[in-house]
C-alpha cells in the first residue's frame, strides 16, 4: 500500500532541477526513475481495495498521465549524456508505463458501469410494426419470426466432473445478477438443472470457485490480462526486459557511480526482476490459465503437475482467506432445505416465488405445529429483533439440556443436534455486530446495544452466584420469571434479554429431537431471509475479506431459482449468443447512444 506513494516521493526528489546536469549521479537515477515507473503499477494480485477504488478509475488515468509525464523529464535532463544507462532503463521504462495504465484500465473495466454496459444487450426494437402493416395492407406475403425460433442461452457441454469450467460457466450468469439485471426463465432452469443433482459439498464447492472468480474480476488484474490473452505477451516482455537490464548493467562495468548509488541500482533491478517472476508465475497458475487450458483440451498435464506440487492448494489459500470452516452437515441441511424450496416454485407466477423467499421462521413453525405458540418471535417483529431472540434462546435451550437429564445421560448426542443452531446462531450474530449492512435494514445495532447493557446489568448483579461460569450464567437468566415484561418493561428500551429467555422456555416445551430439529430449520431459514435481502454490491465487498456464507447461500438460491431477479413473463435479458465470455471475461463496452439520450 506504501509502495505507490515511496515511488511518487521519489519521482519528486529525482524531478528537481539540479546544477551539473549529465554528472555521474544524474545519469544513474534517470536509471532509477524507470524502476519507480515499474512499481507504480503495482502488483497483479490486487488492484483495488475496495469497490469504491474501481469507481475512481478517472483519478487514477490523471495520476498515469502525471507520473508518467515526471518520469519522462527526468529521462530528458540526461538525454545523451550516458548512452549505455539509457538503453539499459528504455524497455524497463516502456513495461513501467504499460504496468502502470494496466491499472487503471483494470479499474475502469471492473467499474459497476461499464460492467452493467457489457452486460446490457444492444436494443431490440422488435420487429417494424409500421413496415409489418403496410405490407399486410398491400398483400405482401409476411414472414414473422416465431417466439420458439429466438436464440437460446448456450448449454454446459463439459465433462460434469470439471468444477471449475461449471463455476465459469455458472459464473457468466452470476455476472447479471451482480449486475443487478435479471435473467430469463431458460437461465434459471440451466442453473438449476446443473447444480439440483450435486451434494452439498459439490455445490458449495462450486459456488467457491464462482467467487473465486468474482472476487479476481474486481480486486485483481488476472481477467483483463486473460482479455485476448495480451496480458501473458506484456508479463514476458515486462519479464525479459527486468531480466535484460540486469544483465546489461552487471556488463556495463559502471565504475563513475558512488558506491551507494551502485547498490540502489542493484537493489532496484533484483526487486524487479523478482517481482515479475512472481506476477508471471501467478498467471500461469492462476484460474483463468486452468480455464484456457480446459477449453482447448491441453490441461491434463499441467493440473497433474500442479496436484504434485499442491501448487493448486496453496494458490487457491492465497486469494481466499477462511475465519472457520464449515460442516458437512450444515452445507447438507442448507441444501437439501433450498431444493426443497426450489421444487414449490410455480413456473407460471412470480408470486410463488417471492412468498417462499419471505419466509424466516414461520414456515419452519408452520410445519412444526407451532405456529401460533412462537409466531411473535418471528414474523410479528422486525428481523434484527427475531436473530437476536433466537440467539439467546438458542444458548439458554442448550445450556439447559446440558443441566438436564438429556445432557447428562448423553453429550455427544446433544452436541449433535445443537452444532448447526449454535454455528449458524453466532455466524449472523457476528454479521449483525460487524457487518450489518449485509443484513435487512433496521435497528439492530441499537437493540444490540441494549441488550448488551442489561446483559451487562444483570450478571453483574448475579456476579457471585455465577463466577466466571458460563453454563451458570445462563441458568439464572433461564430462571428469570418473564410473565410480566409487557406491563414493566414496555418500549422504553430495545432490549430483547428476558425475551429471549421466554422464548427458551416455550422451545423447551417440545421433545428434545423436534426442539433441535426446529431451531436448525429456523436458522436456515433467518440466514435464506438475510441472504436474498443483501445487496449484490455488498457481497462482492465481502470478498476481499475471504468472502462470507451468506453469498454463499445468497448464489446457491440464485442458481436453484429462488430470486426476485427471475422474470418468468417477461425476459428482458436473456444472454445472447454472442455475449458469452469466452475471450473477454470482463471487457466493457462504451454507453450505448440510445441509452445515452433517454438517460438526458
Request: hydrophobic share 40%; charged share 25%; net charge neutral.
Amino acid at each position: 500500500m506504501s509502495g505507490g506513494m515511496v515511488a511518487s516521493v521519489a519521482l519528486g526528489i529525482l524531478a528537481r532541477d539540479n546544477s551539473g546536469k549529465g554528472m555521474p549521479e544524474n545519469l544513474i537515477q534517470s536509471l532509477w526513475t524507470a524502476f519507480l515507473l515499474l512499481h507504480l503499477g503495482g502488483p497483479d494480485t490486487i488492484t483495488a481495495y475496495s469497490l469504491e477504488d474501481n469507481e475512481l478509475w478517472p483519478r487514477q488515468f490523471l495520476d498515469v498521465l502525471f507520473q508518467v509525464g515526471v518520469a519522462i523529464y527526468v529521462s530528458l535532463k540526461s538525454w545523451g549524456a550516458g548512452i549505455a544507462l539509457q538503453w539499459i532503463a528504455l524497455p524497463v521504462f516502456i513495461t513501467g508505463a504499460m504496468k502502470y495504465g494496466e491499472r487503471a484500465w483494470v479499474l475502469k473495466l471492473s467499474s459497476t458501469r461499464n460492467l452493467r454496459n457489457f452486460l446490457i444487450s444492444q436494443p431490440d426494437p422488435g420487429p417494424d410494426y409500421p413496415d409489418i402493416m403496410e405490407k399486410k395492407r398491400t398483400g405482401t406475403d409476411l414472414e414473422l419470426p416465431s417466439p420458439s425460433s429466438a436464440p437460446r442461452p448456450q448449454r454446459y457441454s463439459g465433462s460434469p466432473d470439471d468444477y471449475l469450467s461449471q463455476a465459469y460457466y455458472l459464473f457468466n450468469r452470476f455476472t447479471y445478477l451482480f449486475a443487478d439485471l435479471i435473467l430469463g426463465y431458460d437461465e434459471r432452469q440451466d442453473c438449476h438443472s446443473m447444480i439440483c443433482n450435486k451434494s452439498s459439498d459439490e455445490a458449495f464447492e462450486l459456488v467457491e470457485g464462482e467467487l473465486g472468480l468474482l472476487y479476481d474480476a474486481l480486486y485483481t488484474k488476472l481477467t483483463a490480462l486473460h482479455f485476448r490473452y495480451r496480458g501473458y505477451r506484456r508479463r514476458c516482455f515486462g519479464l525479459f526486459a527486468t531480466i535484460f537490464s540486469l544483465i546489461s548493467y552487471i556488463i556495463s562495468e559502471d565504475n563513475k557511480s558512488s558506491t551507494a548509488d551502485i547498490l540502489i541500482t542493484y537493489l532496484l533491478l533484483i526487486g524487479a526482476v523478482a517481482l515479475e517472476v512472481y506476477g508471471f508465475f501467478f498467471l500461469i497458475l492462476s484460474d483463468w490459465t486452468k480455464l484456457w487450458l480446459l477449453q482447448n483440451d491441453q490441461d491434463t498435464m499441467w493440473i497433474r503437475f500442479q496436484k504434485k506440487l499442491d501448487i493448486d492448494e496453496m494458490v487457491a489459500k492465497s486469494r481466499n482467506v477462511e475465519h472457520g470452516e464449515v460442516d458437512a452437515e450444515l452445507k447438507s441441511l442448507i441444501f437439501q432445505e433450498l431444493k426443497e424450496r426450489s421444487k414449490n416454485i410455480n413456473t407460471s407466477d412470480v408470486k410463488s416465488c417471492k412468498k417462499l423467499l419471505n419466509y424466516r421462521g414461520d414456515s419452519v413453525l408452520r410445519e412444526m405445529r407451532c405456529l401460533e405458540d412462537l409466531k411473535w418471535s418471528t414474523t410479528d417483529v422486525e428481523f434484527d429483533h427475531s436473530l437476536l431472540l433466537w440467539h439467546i434462546a438458542t444458548q439458554l435451550c442448550y445450556y439447559e439440556d446440558v443441566k438436564g437429564p438429556q445432557g447428562s445421560n448423553s453429550l455427544g448426542n446433544l452436541k449433535e443436534h445443537s452444532k448447526i443452531s449454535q454455528g449458524l446462531s453466532e455466524y449472523m450474530m457476528y454479521l449483525l455486530v460487524m457487518y450489518p449492512n449485509m443484513l435487512p435494514k433496521g435497528i439492530g445495532e441499537i437493540r444490540f446495544k441494549d441488550t448488551c447493557a442489561e446483559a451487562k446489568r444483570f450478571f453483574k448483579q448475579k456476579r457471585k452466584e455465577i463466577g466466571g461460569k458460563v453454563d451458570e450464567a445462563c441458568y439464572k437468566l433461564y430462571e428469570v420469571d418473564t410473565n410480566s415484561l409487557e406491563q414493566v418493561k414496555g418500549d422504553a428500551t430495545k432490549s430483547v434479554l428476558f425475551y429471549g429467555s421466554r422464548l427458551a422456555k416455550q422451545l423447551q416445551t417440545l421433545e428434545f429431537e423436534k426442539k433441535w430439529d426446529t431451531i436448525n430449520k429456523v436458522w436456515v431459514e433467518l440466514l435464506t431471509y438475510a441472504a436474498v435481502r443483501c445487496g449484490w454490491k455488498e457481497h462482492g465487498q465481502q470478498l476481499r475479506r475471504g468472502g462470507e456464507l451468506l453469498t454463499h447461500v445468497c448464489l446457491l438460491m440464485a442458481h436453484l431459482g429462488l430470486s426476485e431477479q427471475y422474470q418468468i413473463q417477461k425476459q428482458y435479458f436473456r444472454i445472447p449468443q454472442d455475449k458469452r465470455r469466452d475471450k473477454a471475461p470482463l471487457l466493457c463496452l462504451p454507453f450505448l447512444k440510445l441509452l445515452a439520450f433517454v438517460s438526458r
